[in-house]
């Protein structure tokens, strides 16, 4: 069995390179052999009318988040972790509160930002009455496209928020209900092929978001049942093969977002659990059925 580690081509941060190495070490310790690839656009492209891939791999581990090289892969007949289908829904966060809805997962209110084609077009006043009709204050904004916490900001008062959406009216985002109860702290737990695995508390003193990037301490958490049930029917519903579910701690846990590229370095470190071998066995087991 081969396979390709397929990454960003721009991203060479520390944290990426050590999760690419523990996986491949973990692959190695089971007998699997894989390289990993810059995620290019060469790896795979239309050519005379029909997709030409150049690997030569069993399955692809795909650490990007562009998700036109994992269709493309697919299409040529490779099994991709995680599936094209799956990226796409955790990519955009407001497409993943759609797609989770009407399933009975719990999750803070939430509205699509409008898209604005104009830079100089104006939203009517009364667009911020009617937010804050429908969610309180603060409102949570969130850019659709972000992760690490940075494209994500509270707004404590009417005018911050008319401020904030004219700031990012050219992007995607949505507006959320502030889960005060979950301020400074969330879980985040890890599903591996429909099945819990882990999970951490992460807390923060002086921010609301509870990132580790932002500097949120880490520590093994006991998830309670409800909580690992919430997130493994999130899984089986978006089709994750691998995730880390974000969960905000209100009296009902709710879903706040899912990462189809959860980073695993701290959750090995605060459970002392092998993530990566975890992910590397699962692999294997799925691409030996296909075989
Ligand atoms: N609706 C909310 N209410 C309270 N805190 C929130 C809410 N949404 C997000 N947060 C906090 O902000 C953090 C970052 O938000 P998240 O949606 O996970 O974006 P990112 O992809 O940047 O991690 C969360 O881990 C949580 O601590
Ligand atoms: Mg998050």
Do not use: W
């Not at 396979?3 to 692959?27: C, W």
């Amino acid at each position: 069995m081969k396979g390709t580690i397929l990454v960003n081509p721009y991203d060479s941060h520390p944290v990426q390179t050590r999760k690419v190495a523990r996986m491949t070490e973990e692959f190695s310790a089971l007998g699997v052999e894989v390289e990993t690839t810059a995620n290019d656009g060469f790896v795979a492209y239309v050519e005379d009318g029909r997709v030409r891939c150049r690997l030569n791999s069993d399955f692809v581990l795909y650490f990007d988040k562009e998700r036109i090289a994992a269709s493309l892969i697919e299409r040529a007949g490779i099994r991709v972790f995680n599936s094209a289908a799956a990226i796409e829904i955790c990519d955009d966060k407001m497409l993943t509160h759609t797609v989770l809805a009407n399933n009975g997962i719990p999750m803070p209110t939430t509205v699509a930002g409008p898209l604005c084609y104009n830079q100089d077009a104006k939203l009517d006043s009364r667009y911020i009455e009617h937010a804050i009709e429908i969610l309180g204050l603060p409102i949570v904004v969130k850019e659709c496209y972000g992760s690490f916490g940075e494209q994500v900001y509270l707004c404590d008062t009417a005018q911050k928020l008319g401020a904030k959406l004219e700031e990012i009216k050219m992007k995607r985002y949505l507006l959320q209900h502030f889960e005060k109860q979950s301020s400074g702290r969330d879980m985040r737990v890890i599903v591996i092929g429909g099945k819990f695995v882990c999970g951490m508390l992460r807390t923060s003193d002086g921010d609301f978001r509870s990132n580790a990037a932002l500097g949120g301490r880490c520590e093994r958490a006991d998830v309670p049942a409800d909580i690992v049930a919430l997130c493994e029917k999130t899984a089986r519903i978006i089709g994750l093969d691998y995730c880390g579910v974000d969960i905000l701690l209100s009296d009902t846990p709710k879903v706040c977002e899912v990462n189809s590229n959860a980073m695993f370095e701290m959750m090995e470190r605060a459970t002392g659990l092998n993530v990566a071998q975890a992910y590397a066995k699962h692999i294997v087991s799925i691409v030996q059925q296909l075989k």
